[in-house]
């Protein structure tokens, strides 16, 4: 049983506001919005939100807080008090471990927005045409010393955080960095806004033009809601366990969402005017962020300035989602083996620290290495794509799915009265979410991700 608390439910919300709102929500909801159409791709992506993704919070905020503990530790303890299998604490273990594999690689990610923001401070991070702006980030790629230093700094500041506790530190740290976010999101809208290219943003973002809806954007949509609030590997049942009686979890979950993606429309208001004014490619793939926009920095007067705002947003972004993966794991391990936090911090930031090297090296040292090359879909992968890929395209949905039926199908629903609420016949609906169209939407986005 946790003995650890939020201070209230505004830092709940900010908790896991942050969780939600990473690089899914800053980096890749612009790209992906720019690679599948626009508006149509918007408007799927806020169905699946509310159809999936807000069902399956709402389950693991609920598991989390009647479980008072870690993910396997929570699922085990709904499982016994309602008499369902104690083999269901699986998924809980499931969890962990891909929370562990994620963030080896978030924090390499996490270390690039730092060494451009430092970059950016300098004078740098703008270019003067795509070719330059490609030829120096494939140098930063090409770079492991530069990449492993970067990365090892992300991990360090991550596991500062959690080694504080919830309170002295997750709390503390949130309640700075989630307005620090919103304030620069803010602030880059504003410049935005005098670009020349709002209209064409906003068009491109909120008129649905449904002649570029296909089965591969629809589940595309699904997918990155699914993906970048965060749902499927335990982190809001952990968030949850610290969370009082007070809080309503439904209006909690709700809440969350939107903020969430209100940062991601945020975002794309942000990036796609400076785009379209400078006549460049919304559809700029993950290269938008690292190579696409430091051309239309290069182009603006005071662009290392704002490139540097820019990049220190995407740090405070990754960063929040960091810390509550990394406390998935460290609450798992003070649970299961009695070590102290510290300790516990230490172990995970040294050892994914480490597993975090062969995604640094997938870029240069072993960017030639396909270690499951027999093996179809990833006989080109990198170290990163199979981790990647089997992060992103298995163990997730797969947790999803599990989570969903284990509420919705066994006598495990049952918490839902006591922890939802609600009317009956909300909560039956909501019981109906999870045994039917969760399990079938995440379902299509694992097929879709396996073929």
Do not use: C
């Not at 490139?307 to 509550?324: D, E």
């Not at 975090?356 to 040292?365: A, D, I, M």
């Amino acid at each position: 049983m946790t003995a650890q608390s939020w201070s209230g439910r505004a830092a709940f919300f900010l908790a896991t506001v942050g969780s939600a709102v990473g690089l899914g929500s800053i980096w890749k909801f612009p790209y992906m919005v720019g690679e599948n159409g626009g508006g149509a791709f918007f408007l799927l992506y806020l169905v699946g939100l509310a159809l999936a993704v807000l069902p399956l919070m709402i389950a693991e905020f609920a598991i989390g807080r009647a479980g008072q503990g870690s993910a396997v530790g929570s699922i085990a303890r709904v499982a016994e008090k309602t008499g369902a299998s104690a083999a269901w604490k699986a998924i809980g273990g499931w969890g962990v471990g891909a929370g562990f594999l994620i963030l080896s690689f978030y924090s390499v990610f996490g270390g690039w927005t730092i060494a451009f923001a430092v970059e950016a401070a300098q004078g740098g991070a703008t270019a003067a045409n795509g070719a330059a702006a490609g030829a120096a980030f494939e140098a930063f790629l090409a770079d492991p010393g530069a990449m492993t230093i970067w990365h090892a700094v992300f991990m360090g500041a991550t596991a500062l955080v959690v080694a504080g506790g919830v309170s002295g530190g997750l709390e503390r740290a949130l309640t700075v960095l989630m307005p620090l976010m919103f304030v620069i999101l803010g602030g880059l809208v504003v410049y935005a806004a005098f670009s020349g290219g709002m209209g064409a943003a906003l068009s491109f973002l909120f008129r649905p033009d449904f002649s570029k809806v296909t089965w591969e954007v629809a589940l595309n949509a699904v997918g990155l809601g699914f993906f970048s609030i965060g749902v499927g590997i335990g982190v809001m049942i952990t968030y949850a366990a610290y969370a009082g009686r007070e809080i309503a979890l439904g209006t909690m979950a709700v809440s969350a969402i939107a903020a969430d993606t209100f940062a991601s429309v945020l975002a794309g208001l942000a990036i796609f005017p400076i785009v379209f004014a400078h006549g460049l490619d919304p559809a700029g793939g993950p290269g938008l962020m690292f190579v696409t926009l430091p051309v239309a920095f290069g182009q603006i007067a005071g662009g290392a300035w704002l490139a540097f705002a820019f990049f220190v947003l995407l740090f405070v972004s990754a960063l929040a989602s960091a810390i509550s993966i990394m406390e998935l794991i460290v609450a798992w391990l003070m649970e299961r083996d009695g070590v102290r936090r510290l300790t516990a911090t230490i172990w995970v930031s040294v050892f994914a620290g480490f597993m975090g090297l062969s995604t640094v090296w997938s870029f240069n040292l072993l960017a030639d290495v396909h270690p499951l090359a027999p093996f179809g879909v990833l006989k080109e992968a990198t170290f990163f794509g199979v981790i990647d890929w089997l992060t992103s395209n298995l163990m997730l949905p797969v947790g999803g799915i599990a989570i969903a039926l284990f509420l919705g199908w066994t006598p495990a629903g049952a918490i839902l009265t006591d922890e939802v609420g609600g009317t009956g016949r909300g909560r039956e609906a909501l019981r109906w979410l999870l045994r039917l169209v969760v399990p079938v939407a995440i379902g299509a986005v694992l097929v879709a991700g396996i073929a």
